[in-house]
């Protein structure tokens, strides 16, 4: 076979392999509630619906969005599983994608904030809840 060819189906076989399977368009697919504990540490549970999530995997930095709706002792969980901190004045992070159906532009503005940053300031965990509807945000991204 012609080593070039091997090359491609070996570039493409990779490139398909790095591929998640969530579904950015539907809630609560099997795909997007493994992002949720995946990401979160913990199985969704029933008292946690409408999970949406995003994966940009390729290339050096990685980005992570998710969406759903939970009670607030989920969302206390999640602060306090991933060790989160409330914003500090100072801070500026990588504005999350805003395009999709289930994150738009002010789905968090005037929410309280939650960060943690590791690997010295290069990986971001960001997190937002609405207390009136229940409704989360999940940012998580490598710079």
């Not at 995946?38 to 969704?44: I, M, N, R």
């Not at 989160?84 to 805003?98: A, T």
Request: glycine share 6%.
């Amino acid at each position: 076979m012609n080593p070039l060819r091997v090359f491609i189906l070996f570039s493409f076989s990779l490139l398909l392999a790095a591929c998640t399977d969530y579904d950015v368009h539907t809630a609560d697919t099997p795909a997007n509630r493994k992002g949720f504990a995946k990401h979160l540490g913990f199985e969704p549970g029933s008292a946690v619906s409408e999970v949406y999530y995003y994966a940009d995997e390729l290339g050096a930095d990685v980005r992570y969005q998710l969406s759903f709706k939970c009670p607030k002792e989920v969302a206390e969980k999640i602060i306090g599983d991933l060790s989160l901190q409330p914003r500090p004045d100072d801070y500026s992070g990588l504005d999350p994608r805003d395009d999709l159906k289930w994150w738009k532009p002010n789905s968090i503005e005037g929410l309280s904030m939650w960060i943690k940053r590791t690997q010295g300031g290069q990986y971001h965990r960001e997190f937002w809840y609405c207390d009136e509807d229940g409704l989360a945000f999940y940012h998580e991204y490598s710079i």
